[in-house]
């Protein structure tokens, strides 16, 4: 089955600096590739979310990278605002299947 | 719509009690979606049902662990007897198959003392 890595684990960073989030997969038939945020004592929600038929996707601050070739894609969070502080799951589903399998998720804090 | 609605929010129960944990689904998706989430092992899927037919529980960690769907509106899982390592928060989700975003419920925290 899938098999999905996040990295890092935290990451804290200053109001107004930027933040990446890495996450590698392994099946190569995955071709949908979602990010959750959730924040303390909330549900995951759904932020922004990439197919495999394009490399990147942008909504205002965040953006997501997609490489097919190395099986890798990455949250970038721009401006970071406190608000942003949560932890962030990202997730690959393959074709065909409607079961997404999730990362360990990333816990980032932005200090004001 | 009021979005996927688990109840209850908290629970707190004491080891070898039987545990029952609600989900309604969001009116018009036929897949539903039990998690569990920890620190250790972060978010676990528990089983799936596609228009109320369990597909695939090989996450149900063991046979005190079981679920059901008698209804497109309506899932339970139940935890008999429950164990303090069960304490975890428990998400429904739900989705269609049109579409592919899982909307979670807000949780039950589940102590098991």
């Known amino acids: 089955g899938e098999n999905v890595e996040q990295h890092p684990s935290t990451l804290s960073v200053q109001e107004g600096d930027s933040a990446v989030i890495k996450c590698t997969y392994s099946?190569?038939?995955?071709?949908?590739f979602p990010w959750y945020k959730q924040e303390l004592g909330k549900r995951p929600q759904l932020i922004i979310d990439?197919?495999?038929?394009?490399g990147e996707k942008k909504d205002q601050r965040i953006a997501v990278t997609l490489n097919k070739t190395a099986k890798h894609f990455s949250l970038h969070i721009t401006e970071t605002q406190p608000e942003d502080s949560a932890v962030y799951f990202c997730?690959?589903?393959?074709?065909?299947?409607?079961?997404?399998?999730f990362g360990r998720g990333t816990s980032l804090i932005v200090h004001p | 719509d009021a979005g996927v609605i688990q109840s209850p929010r908290h629970e707190v129960t004491e080891m070898g009690q039987e545990v029952t944990l609600r989900c309604k689904p969001i009116?018009?998706?036929?897949?539903l979606f039990w998690y569990r989430q920890t620190m250790m092992r972060g978010l676990e899927l528990l089983i799936y049902?596609?228009?109320?037919?369990?597909?695939?529980d090989s996450g149900m960690p063991e046979d005190r662990f079981s679920a059901k769907m008698p209804n497109a509106s309506f899932s339970t899982l139940k935890i008999q007897p429950s164990e303090p390592r069960d304490s975890a928060v428990y998400f429904c989700?739900?989705?269609?198959?049109?579409?592919?975003?899982?909307?979670f419920g807000p949780g039950t925290r589940l102590t098991v003392l």
């Open positions: 990439i197919r495999s038929n394009v």
């Open positions: 997730a690959a589903r393959t074709g065909g299947s409607y079961i997404p399998t």
């Open positions: 989700a739900s989705r269609t198959g049109l579409y592919n975003e899982q909307f």
């Open positions: 009116s018009g998706h036929d897949y």
């Open positions: 049902f596609n228009n109320n037919v369990p597909i695939d």
């Open positions: 099946d190569s038939a995955s071709n949908y």
